[in-house]
């Protein structure tokens, strides 16, 4: 009995000391307005009890819905400024707009629906914060750049999906207005009738014909309202509609995407070109074998770090690597100290002004470095491309604005969003590759690996925020804390590395070349990296196609590890059979 008295006592006191860490509900939440926001608007929250002069912390948690696209739940935090004790100002800025919308060709009409807390943090460290919730909230954001082309397309796609669900409408200040209903329809069996008013689609505030699309399932739910009335929800079956497929049809594109990738695996003989290579790495690994784990070890540092300029400046290959490393690191954290609205620009400048300073350096008389510097151009030319396609899909030079629009996951990244994007990565990655295939000369040979390895750093850095996420974690990307800050930092350098080292496995592939050989293969390369841009900046247009994206990009993640596997077992095969033509899947 006593012992029972005692665990009570306890966990008594245990739950009332979690109750004062919980926030004090002293200020009340009545309304946001305006509930239609767009870049540069400000966001009023009206209330009672707010303290004059402070910083509201905001936090919306709910589902945003986008036309086309299924639900996502999401939470936003920003900042507010308290105006007076019953309002609260929040500037939309860029970064909270692009949060809502996410930015460039990505960038929607978004819904949001769910609630918002408002915490104000308490002067005392022993007390805790003071925090009112409003339920209910529902707000309608505009992406800041418009398309004509591309919302004159979507206005058609709406009119095609009214017109199967045997409406004509008329866009209003409060919706899409109904003209005619056509008999024995669908919308007829919903009850819509003539003057009724489009108020929402798949969760989406009607705002222009373009909202109206479907987010892929097999039904839609479409919201009307009759005068005065109050809105009426009701799902609409959509088996008929040409190009709405079905939600689960993403499974069916799954399963054949990864059938088609398993058979070009493990069947497709992949001779040539790539078998070759494949020879030239199991070559090197039966020499780096054959020496130990020392000479591993020197050859991994001579990998990573260069050659050695001479015995006093052998501390030079480490230096600069820590300092480009440095750098990219930096990178997530910068943002007033550099140039944030060039950020990969200036890498970019970076790795072309290392580039030419190799070609000139190591060639001797006009023609000779004139072809030289023209083979470097050649070679940056895809990573020009690139930087095209993340320009075309955000707006911006900025590295955060293409951090925003991927995601944590692989499938969400930009490499594996399509086939097209994937390639012009893999394209970049054979051009730095082939950069630095050709001999350095005896006089500045190791300067020049050292200024290679350079560019090679960036290069890859600029990859890494084009294609592969950046340093994107979970949450926000705009408002780290230090330690989020940290860990951006080493997660950007860790891909910046690893995508240098698939360069230089493609560099110690090659056997040694010439400037004519150099030149000639950024003249083949060339035109690779045209197609995957072009087909890739189509895709990225194509908006219908979000329900498939994600499978797709689990194909090409799951695809693009079976093909290194499959590339490993080769290599090691071959490394320990003496007859290294023979395919081993065989």
Avoid at 76 to 82: F, M, P, R, S, T
Avoid at 150 to 158: F, H, I, R, S, V
Avoid at 324 to 336: E, K, R
Wanted: charged share 20%.
């Amino acid at each position: 009995m006593a012992l029972g008295l005692a665990v009570l006592v306890i966990a008594l006191a245990f739950v009332t000391g979690c109750q004062r860490e919980l926030p004090l509900r002293l200020v009340e939440v009545h309304e946001v307005t305006p509930k239609d926001l767009e870049a540069h608007d400000r966001l009023e929250i009206r209330g009672a009890g707010f303290p004059q002069g402070r910083v509201a912390s905001l936090t919306f948690r709910g589902t945003l819905y986008k036309p086309g696209r299924a639900p996502e739940r999401a939470r936003i935090d920003a900042e507010g400024n308290v105006l007076g004790h019953e309002r609260i100002q929040v500037d939309i800025g860029e970064a909270l707009l692009a949060s809502f919308t996410g930015t460039g060709a990505r960038a929607e009409h978004t819904t949001f629906r769910g609630e918002l807390e408002v915490v104000f943090a308490s002067q005392s460290t022993s007390a805790p914060p003071i925090a009112a919730t409003l339920q209910g909230v529902v707000l309608d954001i505009f992406p800041a750049l418009a398309h004509v082309a591309d919302d004159e397309a979507l206005d058609k796609e709406g009119e095609r999906v009214l017109g199967f669900l045997g409406l004509r409408v008329k866009p209003t200040s409060t919706g899409l207005l109904v003209e005619g209903v056509a008999p024995s329809s669908r919308a007829e069996e919903l009850g819509i009738v003539a003057k009724d008013v489009i108020t929402a689609f798949d969760g989406v505030t009607v705002a222009r014909l373009g909202d109206i699309r479907p987010a892929g399932g097999r039904e839609a739910q479409i919201s009307f309202q009759r005068g005065d009335t109050r809105e009426v929800s009701r799902d609409v079956s959509l088996l008929g509609l040409a190009s709405g497929l079905p939600k689960d049809f993403s499974l069916v594109v799954f399963l054949l995407g990864l059938a088609v990738v398993l058979l070009l695996a493990f069947v497709a003989p992949f001779e040539g070109k790539l078998g070759r290579a494949e020879i030239a790495i199991a070559a090197r690994v039966r020499q780096i074998r054959d020496r130990g784990l020392p000479g591993l070890l020197r050859l991994g540092a001579k990998g990573l770090f260069g050659e050695k300029p001479s015995r006093e400046l052998s501390w030079l290959p480490p230096a600069v690597l820590f300092v480009t490393s440095a750098a990219i690191f930096a990178l997530p954290g910068a943002g007033s100290l550099v140039a944030e609205d060039l950020d990969l620009f200036l890498l970019f400048l970076a790795f072309v002004a290392s580039q030419i300073a190799v070609a000139v350096g190591q060639e001797e008389g006009f023609f000779a470095r004139a072809r030289a510097v023209l083979a470097a151009l050649l070679l940056s030319f895809p990573l020009v491309l690139a930087l095209a396609w993340a320009v075309s899909t955000t707006g911006s030079f900025r590295g955060i604005d293409a951090v925003r629009g991927q995601g944590t996951m692989p499938w969400e990244w930009n490499a594996f969003r399509s086939p097209f994007s994937l390639g012009l990565f893999l394209v970049c990655v054979f051009a730095q590759g082939f950069s630095g295939a050709r001999p350095f000369g005896k006089k500045n040979g190791a300067s020049a690996d050292t200024a290679y390895r350079i560019g090679l750093v960036f290069s890859s850095a600029v990859l890494a925020v084009i294609f592969f996420g950046g340093y994107r974690l979970p949450g926000t990307v705009d408002k780290l804390s230090f330690f989020a800050k940290v860990a951006a930092g080493l997660l950007l350098v860790g891909k910046a590395w690893a995508i240098s080292g698939l360069s230089l496995l493609v560099r110690f592939s090659l056997p040694p070349s010439k400037v004519n050989d150099v030149l000639k293969r950024g003249l083949r390369i060339l035109p690779a990296a045209l197609v995957a841009f072009g087909a890739g900046l189509a895709w990225t247009r194509w908006h219908v196609r979000f329900e498939v994206e994600g499978a797709l990009g689990g194909v090409l993640v799951l695809g693009s590890a079976v093909f290194f596997a499959r590339l490993l077992a080769r290599v090691k095969y071959a490394a320990e059979s003496p007859s290294t033509h023979v395919d081993p899947f065989l």
